[in-house]
């Protein structure tokens, strides 16, 4: 199982981002992937999470209405649209596979997934 994402970088506050995570090595429609994202000392924080099937995404309180998670089945991606960045939200952005087939979204503990990617580098400036 590998997981490389991408699409980090450096954005004025109010700006945008799109993070990609491309998957490989198992069957991509058949897990759940969440975002997670942790700020130098700091515990990793869940972002979002997108469910197998019809999509379902579930996020947390303080990204909703601004991030957008979206998966391609076909492309073995999914991706997090960033709006409205602000400074808080600089840390590295990590994904992750769940870690048993058709689980749940709602899952949002870091023991819940069970590979994770590199992480990508957001940094907001004020």
């Known amino acids: 199982v590998q997981l490389q994402a991408s699409g980090g970088g450096l954005v004025q506050a109010g700006g945008s981002l799109r993070l990609s995570c491309a998957a490989s090595?198992?069957?991509?429609?058949?897990?759940?992937m969440g975002w997670f994202r942790q700020a130098p000392g700091k515990e990793r924080e869940f972002v979002a999470a997108?469910?197998?099937?019809?999509?379902?995404?579930v996020y947390a309180d303080f990204v909703k209405g601004r991030f957008t998670m979206s998966r391609d089945n076909a492309k073995n991606t999914v991706y997090l649209q960033m709006n409205s960045l602000k400074p808080e939200d600089t840390a590295v952005y990590l994904c992750?596979?769940?870690?048993?087939?058709?689980?749940?979204?709602?899952?949002?503990?870091?023991?819940?997934?069970?590979?994770w990617g590199q992480g990508t580098q957001v940094t907001v400036s004020s």
């Open positions: 992750a596979r769940g870690t048993v087939q058709y689980g749940s979204p709602r899952q949002s503990r870091p023991d819940d997934y069970a590979y």
């Open positions: 090595g198992y069957t991509f429609s058949n897990y759940h």
């Open positions: 997108i469910s197998v099937g019809y999509g379902i995404t």
